[in-house]
């Protein structure tokens, strides 16, 4: 299953960057056997100043046609990493080819978008800068592929 991050601004090089990619390239390594990845990340940036509507133009364009389409928002689920990682393999499971995770920009994301989603996950009730939950939305990909593969990265 085909993973794709589609999200709102453009991440420069810096500590956020890195982390990203270490996690990414982490996942892809472990998924692969298991059916998950890889991971593409298709940054989208509204230059003309829409707002949450134009960013959500934006993001359709880039997620697959027939992709399962989660969300982070804080008004979506909480969940453990082990239920994230149960859920990631059900999805796969299921057959699906393509899962799209959105993150908004800085307002969020485009109520019309939303109500598409199959999925809306929260990292917490408290507001996040939408590059540290690209950070966190990496980590918990890779810990997922990890608890799914009987690694002992995941320690309970």
């Known amino acids: ?23 990414l390239k982490r996942f892809d390594r472990t998924g692969r056997a298991l059916g998950l990845g890889p991971v593409t990340v298709t ?61 908004g920009g800085a307002d969020g994301i485009d109520p019309s978008l939303r109500a598409e989603a199959d999925m809306a996950l929260s990292f917490g009730q408290m507001v996040w800068p939408h590059m540290l939950v690209r950070v966190m939305l990496s980590e918990q990909l890779y810990r997922a592929a990890s608890i799914l593969a009987g690694s002992p990265y995941h320690r309970v």
């Open 1 to 23: 299953m085909r993973v794709h991050l589609c999200v709102v601004g453009r991440l420069r090089s810096g500590p956020e960057r890195d982390l990203i990619d270490d996690y």
């Open 43 to 103: 940054e989208v940036e509204d230059r003309k100043g829409g707002g949450m509507a134009a960013e959500a133009v934006l993001l359709r364009k880039a997620i697959p046609s027939d992709a399962r389409l989660c969300i982070l928002d804080e008004r979506g689920k909480l969940m453990s990493s082990p239920d994230f990682a149960h859920r990631l393999g059900e999805i796969r499971d299921g057959g699906v080819g393509d899962l799209a995770f959105v993150i």
